[in-house]
Nanobody
Framework: QGPLVESGEGSAQAGGSLKLACEAS????????MAWFRQVPGKDREEVAS????????TYADSAKGRFTISRNSAKHTVYLQIDTLEPGDSGMYYC?????????????????????WGQGTQVTVSS
């Protein structure tokens, strides 16, 4: 297993919910911030949400506000992504990422370049 291991439902019906999980093999400097990204064929990986693992700071992409919820269990080095009222447009490969916190402002910056460690990805397919 790698440093980040994702798990969760692969296929779901529109209107339903699913929850992804990502467990880090260790809690250290490089896993202070954890995030979820989604990628669809032909497009860049886009950030969905991030969370500071030792506080309450969360950040969501505008497209994720309202139906996506990121949460954490720091004792288990695990971050979750709950998606409610699923839509076919939620389909894609979901990647978990981890990186160090930043001083000043939001401890977790946005963007793939802020994260050095990535999971292998888990495919989510939402059917109508």
């Amino acid at each position: 297993q790698g440093p980040l291991v994702e798990s969760g439902e692969g296929s779901a019906q529109a209107g339903g919910s699913l929850k992804l999980a990502c467990e880090a093999s260790a809690a250290d400097y490089n896993t202070q911030c954890m995030a979820w990204f989604r990628q669809v064929p032909g497009k860049d990986r886009e950030e969905v949400a991030s969370i500071y693992m030792y506080g309450s700071v969360t950040t969501y992409a505008d497209s994720a506000k309202g139906r996506f919820t990121i949460s954490r269990n720091s004792a288990k080095h695990t971050v979750y992504l709950q998606i409610d009222t699923l839509e076919p447009g939620d389909s894609g490969m979901y990647y978990c990422a981890a990186g160090p916190m930043m001083l000043g402002g939001n401890p977790c910056r946005t963007g793939a370049s802020q994260y050095a460690t990535w999971g292998q990805g888990t495919q989510v397919t939402v059917s109508s």
